[in-house]
């Protein structure tokens, strides 16, 4: 079982880290894909709003489909989709082609990341110790990878198609290997017995699975995923430009603030599971929230670029523990509630709010901004983080499994390889 686990544990970090770079290769590359498409400044908008909407959707499909089928089949064919999708925004040559490969890049990626902490928080589960954080931080360095690769295409003047071949043929046959060792938790395993006879039977029992926990119970988590969302895209977006029109940076200079973040959020998550062990899920969400909060104060008040680059640095030293221990968070709901498949619908339902939070972001800081001034618009992400604090109670669990405590539960329940499937 401890091997099953391991393998489980190191494979599905590899489809974390995998997702990372196939997502940083589309948003890092989005001026060559206009310039190749010939998409103007006001479609452009359009198509960038519709990859969240889609994604979304496909979130909501998930639930559905774990019902019937093991998250682990789900995470195993839409990675597949997700990288095949981004080869084709690569080389079509119509704005119609364009449309269809980010829809389905949006669709796919929404199911991708369902699962993907579908499979994380069963793992968690079985290993009765915070593991989440470790994933999140293989997808920042799959990001860090990706955008670097950006970085060179566009250095080098490389087509499109010419950047994303190598890592789509790289990516696919490598993900595809490693989910074989993906390791299901009980929700979605029980769903597929059910359906093709190792359970009761009959569509029936599939339907039953996964009715999971009502909307009321989750909206802290839904508020502290969104509000995080809000800031990681405010940084996103808008730190180049913050530090080039309103710090006086040099256009060089201004690159090097989202490219912090990347290094800080990833070394944030490389030991925030030791944090989260140490001392409980609770402190360190409360923890990352304040800290979040002082980068977006430092770079609102910032007389210069060094400063506002400090305030980015803590802002991914802040932000980064938030959106894995929601998502682990989601699973201990989910777990006290006791029916099969109730974390895998919990966690379906809590990723749409990763969209909804990326949408609201960017639109937001940028009325703000053009209305008011850009720094009084950091503050507006800051207060919004500051209200995690509030809610990190909700991060809580009796007795608090997979945030210090040291009750273990059975791993007999939790550690189905996918290779059976």
Excluded at 147 to 165: F, K, R, T
Excluded at 327 to 334: D, K, N, T, V
């Amino acid at each position: 079982m401890t091997d099953v686990l391991r393998r489980g544990r190191a494979s599905l970090a590899f489809g974390f880290f995998a997702q990372g770079v196939a997502f940083a290769l589309l948003v890092t590359r989005i001026p060559a894909i206009q310039d190749r498409y010939g998409v103007s400044d006001a479609l452009l908008p359009v198509f960038l709003a519709a990859v969240p909407v889609l994604a979304g959707v496909g979130s909501v499909l998930s639930e559905r489909l774990v019902r019937r089928v093991r998250p682990s089949r789900l995470l195993r064919w839409s990675q597949p989709v997700v990288l095949l999708a981004l080869l084709g925004v690569g080389t079509g040559d119509r704005v119609a082609l364009l449309a269809v490969a980010l829809a389905v890049f949006g669709l796919a990626v929404g199911a991708l990341d369902a699962s993907m902490n579908m499979l994380g928080v069963s793992l968690q589960r079985a290993y009765g110790r915070s593991i989440m954080l470790g994933f999140h931080a293989a997808y920042s360095l799959g990001g860090i990878l990706g955008a670097s690769l950006a970085w060179a295409g566009a250095h080098w003047d490389l087509a499109l198609w010419v950047s994303y071949l190598p890592v789509v043929v790289v990516l696919v046959p490598a993900a595809l290997v490693g989910s074989r060792w993906y390791v299901d938790g009980g929700g979605g395993a029980a769903a597929e017995e059910a359906v093709t006879g190792g359970g009761t039977g009959g569509a029936g029992a599939g339907a039953g699975v996964g009715g999971g926990i009502g909307f009321r119970v989750l909206l802290p988590l839904c508020l502290v995923m969104t509000f995080a969302y809000i800031g990681d895209s405010t940084v996103s977006n808008w730190s180049a430009k913050y530090l080039q029109d309103v710090l006086g940076s040099s256009e060089q200079l201004a690159t090097v603030p989202y490219n912090v973040y990347m290094v800080t959020t990833l070394v944030g998550r490389a030991v925030g599971d030791f944090g989260v062990r140490r001392f409980g899920a609770v402190a360190v969400v409360r923890g990352g929230a304040v800290v979040a909060a002082v980068g977006f104060a430092v770079v609102a008040g910032a007389p210069g670029a060094w400063t506002g680059m400090l305030g980015f640095t803590l802002l991914g030293l802040g932000l980064c523990v938030l959106v894995p221990q929601t998502f682990a968070a989601a699973g201990r709901l989910a777990e006290r509630d006791g029916r099969p498949g109730a974390s895998d619908a919990a966690v379906a339902r809590l990723n749409v709010f990763n969209y909804v939070g990326f949408l609201i972001g960017s639109p937001l800081v940028g009325a703000l901004g053009g209305a008011w001034s850009y720094r009084g618009a950091m503050l507006v992400p800051m207060v919004l983080v500051l209200v995690t604090v509030v809610y990190a109670r909700s991060f809580g669990d009796r007795p608090d499994r997979y945030g210090g405590g040291h009750e273990r539960p059975r791993t007999a329940d939790v550690g189905r390889g996918s290779n059976g499937l």
